[in-house]
Structures are given as C-alpha cells and as structure tokens.
C-alpha cells in the first residue's frame, strides 16, 4: 500500500518535477557553464575563459549600478506598495457590500502589459505632453525622466500602483481571518478604536504582512519592463537594474557568456538578500511578540 502511494505520489509531482527539470536546472545548467565561456550568442564558439567573466563583472560600473539601485528601488517601492496595499485592504474589509468588485477593480492593474504601463507613463512625461505643457506654464520645467531621483521614483510608483491589488488581496484574506470576538474582548478590556489597528489588527496581520514584503522585496530582484521601456537603465546607468545588465550584455553587446556571468551573480545576490530580509522580518516579528 505505502509502495503504491509512493508511486501515485510521484506520477502527481511529476508534471512540476518535469517543469522544474526542462525550465530550471537544465538552463542552470546551460547558464554554469556560460558563464565560464566567450559565446557571442550567433557563432557556435565556446572559448574557455576561466573566471574572468565573473572578475570583469565585479569590476564593472553598470553591475555596481545594478546592485544598488534594487535596494533603492526597495527603498521607494516596498514602503509605498505595503502602505498602500494595508489601506486598500482595510478600506474594502470595512464595506458591507461589494467587496470582491472593489478588489477585482484594485487588482486588474496586476494584470495589464507592463509595456503598456509604461508607455503610457512616457506618453504623459514626454516634453510635449499636456502635463509638462501645464507645469513649464506655471515656470516648472522637469526632466522626469531624465534625473536619477525622479526617474528612479517614477518606476517605483508605476510597480507600486501595479502590484497594490495583488497585495491587498492577501491582506484582506488575513483581515477576513481575524474573529470579531478578539476586537470584543479587547473592548472590553479598554482598548480604544483609535488604538484597535496599532494593537490589535496590526500585529494578526502579520503573517499576510510578512508574505506580503516577501513577494514586494523579490519584486525589486526581477524590475525589467519598466525601466527597459521609460529609461533603459539611464539616465547615466541610475535606473540600471539586474534584469536590464543581463539583457543589454547579452542581446546587444552579444556578450552572453559574460550576461550569464552576471545572472549568476544576480541569482545570488538575490538569494543571499532575500535569505537575510527574512530572518530580519522574524526576529522583528518574534521581538514584537507578534509571531
């Protein structure tokens, strides 16, 4: 019986393990030894070169961009996204009718082309566009795109109003969760309305708070569409994300061994931040006594 649902439990994993295998560890595989290699991506080439891609990575201005503009991407999405999520979430929790309509409205950003977005968004910033008109009108004439701070705060925004529906339906389910009686009791205990989201609401929520900054801080990992059509990493590299090196190394500098090299360096820098942003987010949790 055990040998039999053993192999019942291995024909249902085996769509994902299949998965895993094709579109994971075979082009991790492939990347490895990528990396380690010339490859121009047209010519079937492989010269050796050591560790040298790696080496010239680290040395290089446009990976050091990379590496930091995530955390200040971070900096800017994650506190806004979180926010927003958290007040939408409470807004709609707190209606008695039309609350799914409320959220599929919040949430249909989520799944609109990032392309379109920002294109948009380029539409409206553009020198001409009736906005900048208004504001060169009044004597403010901004390059939106073209300084590092706001071109930096434009993609930030433009994720944060992409991604604030997704989050806030994962808050709200963690709202639904939270039994009336606590909020009861605490009344009963003195505990003022005021002081029922701080004390209370707050501190249940957060395991969906928790899933929440997880999934908002690897957002930051992975930012391509936005900056490949607003900015292309500019202005002077400002905007540069992991994503956007790997893509501008490999499919126009026709440096793929070199690309991979960075995407293992992406891979793990990701790992090893996300790894430590956990173990911070419980030991906050476990100090505030709300896990």
């Not at 393990?17 to 030894?33: A, C, E, Q, R």
């Not at 993609?155 to 009336?180: C, M, N, P, Q, R």
């Not at 992975?222 to 002077?236: D, R």
Request: aromatic share 16%; glycine share 8%.
């Amino acid at each position: 019986m055990d040998q039999r649902n053993n192999r019942l439990g291995w024909l249902f994993t085996s769509p994902y393990l299949i998965y895993s295998v094709v579109f994971f560890f075979i082009p991790l595989i492939w990347t490895f030894f990528l990396s380690f290699t010339d490859w121009n991506l047209i010519k079937p080439v492989f010269n050796f070169k050591g560790i040298s891609n790696f080496t010239d990575a680290l040395q290089s201005p446009s990976v050091h961009a990379a590496f930091w503009n995530t955390y200040r991407f971070m900096l800017i999405f994650v506190p806004i996204v979180t926010a927003l999520a958290v007040g939408v979430a409470v807004l709609v929790h707190g209606l008695q009718r039309f609350k799914g309509l409320f959220l599929i409205g919040f949430f249909l950003p989520y799944l609109s082309s990032g392309v379109v977005s920002a294109l948009i968004v380029k539409g409206l910033l553009s020198y001409t566009s009736p906005v900048n008109t208004a504001l060169r009108s009044i004597g403010l004439d901004i390059d939106w795109l073209g300084t590092p701070f706001t071109a930096l705060m434009i993609v930030g925004l433009i994720l944060a109003w992409k991604f604030t529906g997704y989050y806030a339906l994962i808050i709200t389910s963690g709202l639904e969760s939270i039994d009336k009686e606590v909020y009861e009791a605490a009344a009963i205990d003195g505990v003022k309305d005021s002081q029922r989201f701080w004390r209370i609401t707050l501190p249940l929520l957060y395991p969906s708070l928790y899933t929440t900054l997880i999934l908002a801080f690897g957002v930051t990992f992975g930012i391509f569409t936005e900056v490949y059509q607003l900015t292309g990493g500019g202005p002077g590299n400002a905007t540069n994300t992991w994503q956007m090196e790997i893509f501008k190394q490999a499919f126009s500098n026709l440096q793929s061994g070199y690309a991979s090299a960075v995407a293992l360096l992406a891979s793990i820098a990701t790992f090893i931040s996300i790894y430590v942003i956990r173990k911070l987010l419980e030991v906050w949790g476990k100090r505030n006594g709300w896990v």
